[in-house]
């Protein structure tokens, strides 16, 4: 069975970075085709994906927050750790460590990326605050 | 990054209607699309991959077409359990911005 697990504060300051830390188990993140990604979702509002790191330890980022995150994995801990640095109430949301699948890496506009079919296992999410 | 553009936004329909959202890239993605439902306070779940394949355990009622740009999630028959939201998601990450499906 695959879980996912989000760990970090539930409150921080504006300016503050933020680490969250996805603990899993049920695969393993060097398997050939298994990615972690992050995701988060304001109240009410819609799905924002974040970062992903797939199985050869390459990184992909949201072109807008790009400046402000940095995704890494520890395999032999089955954890993989987001950070987000320069907090802002705009970046009150519930935070979702997920498991997506790959077939292979597909060229796509000239850059190689995995070929994503989809986030098949959702942690439960962690709910972070960014209040003074 | 990509853009998803979803229609509609709201989507009133009674148990029964065929009902079909649209999904709309600002650049081809072939067939590297993803369709999710996501019910209030809950994690969303995976109907669609790849365009148009079902994901194990997904009702044969829904599912989706298209290549390129252009994508659309189809229900059938709506039934009571599927008034929820719906997106979509593109292979570099980027979801749409949601469809809310409704009681008529």
């Known amino acids: 069975q695959v879980t996912l697990r989000e760990s970090g504060p539930a409150l921080v300051k504006p300016t503050q970075t933020l680490t969250l830390t996805c603990t899993f188990s049920g695969f393993s993140l060097s398997t050939s085709g298994m990615c972690v990604s992050w995701i988060r979702q304001p109240p009410g509002k819609a799905l924002e994906w974040l970062a992903l790191i797939d199985w050869d330890d390459h990184k992909y980022y949201t072109t807008s927050l790009k400046t402000r995150l940095t995704i890494s994995k520890d395999t032999s801990k089955n954890q993989v750790v987001l950070r987000m640095t320069n907090m802002d109430p705009a970046d009150t949301a519930s935070y979702y460590c997920t498991r997506i699948r790959a077939q292979g890496m597909v060229t796509f506009g000239g850059v190689i990326v995995p070929g994503l079919l989809g986030v098949d296992v959702w942690g439960q999410g962690t709910t972070v605050t960014v209040s003074s | 990054d990509i853009q998803m553009t979803q229609s509609p936004s709201t989507l009133s329909a009674s148990v029964g209607d065929r009902v079909t959202i649209t999904c709309r890239a600002s650049q081809t993605i072939g067939n590297w699309l993803a369709w999710y439902q996501q019910k209030p306070g809950k994690v969303p779940n995976l109907l669609i991959y790849?365009?148009?394949s079902l994901e194990s355990g997904v009702p044969s009622r829904f599912s989706g077409s298209g290549f390129g740009t252009e994508f659309t999630l189809t229900i059938s028959s709506l039934q009571p359990d599927d008034f929820a939201t719906y997106y979509c998601?593109?292979?570099?990450?980027?979801f749409g911005q949601g469809t809310k499906v409704e009681i008529k």
């Open positions: 790849k365009a148009s």
């Open positions: 998601q593109q292979l570099q990450g980027t």
